[in-house]
């Protein structure tokens, strides 16, 4: 079942490639910026660059046990 969403992470990982790295810079900058500038945010940035790097790495997860 693991292996099943491993692989449709990279499936959908290989047509958006080019996005998920500045979603995950860009999340990361920004939630950081945010974090500093703001006590009481959320980290909105830092989800998002989470999730972009979850989907990264599960994708390279899911390429080597293919």
Do not use: C, H, Q
């Not at 500045?22 to 989470?50: C, H, P, Q, T, Y």
Request: aromatic content about 18%.
């Amino acid at each position: 079942m693991l292996l099943g969403i491993a692989n449709g992470i990279l499936i959908f990982y290989l047509w958006t490639w080019f996005i998920w790295p500045f979603v995950f810079v860009f999340g990361l900058a920004f939630g950081i910026a945010d974090l500093v500038k703001n006590e009481n945010s959320k980290g909105k940035g830092l989800i998002w660059a989470g999730i972009a790097l979850l989907i990264m790495t599960t994708a390279m997860i899911g390429y080597m046990l293919r």
